[in-house]
């Protein structure tokens, strides 16, 4: 099994693009076992999602999406404030969404939590993953 990472170990970042230019003041990564997403240019956000309560990832791509080599990730996680987090116009998305998934898979085991805990803490309120 694989030591945990530490918490400043920044395994991916990227900010979000538009028609391929980062202009939508958002930034994304990957540090440890959470997920960070940075919005704004004066007043900035910042949402984290603990990985382990990563519930489903997914990836969309528009046609300019793939003739760029873009897509946007989405996450859903067992979190109240934000169940869905898009990362969008990142490069190499399904690449991306399949570390988030597999870093994910990492931190339930390390924290000794099976899926099935993960997923009830949406027991009833699965209608986001219809589409």
Do not use: N
Not at 42 to 48: W, Y
Not at 65 to 91: C, F, I, Q, S, W
Request: hydrophobic share 45%; no cysteine.
């Amino acid at each position: 099994m694989r030591a945990a990472p530490r918490a400043s170990e920044i395994v991916w970042s990227d900010v979000a693009r538009w028609a391929g230019l980062p202009v939508l003041f958002e930034r994304y990564r990957l540090a440890g076992d959470t997920l960070y997403v940075s919005r704004g240019l004066l007043s900035v956000t910042e949402d984290r999602l603990l990985l382990y309560r990563v519930l489903d990832v997914r990836v969309r791509r528009s046609l300019l999406d793939r003739l760029l080599g873009l897509g946007t990730v989405v996450v859903y996680g067992a979190d109240a404030t934000d169940p869905v987090l898009e990362l969008k116009g990142v490069r190499r998305p399904r690449e991306v969404a399949d570390l988030i998934q597999e870093r994910a898979e990492e931190a339930r085991a390390r924290a000794g939590i099976r899926g099935r805990e993960v997923y009830g803490a949406f027991a009833g309120e699965v209608g986001h993953f219809d589409a």
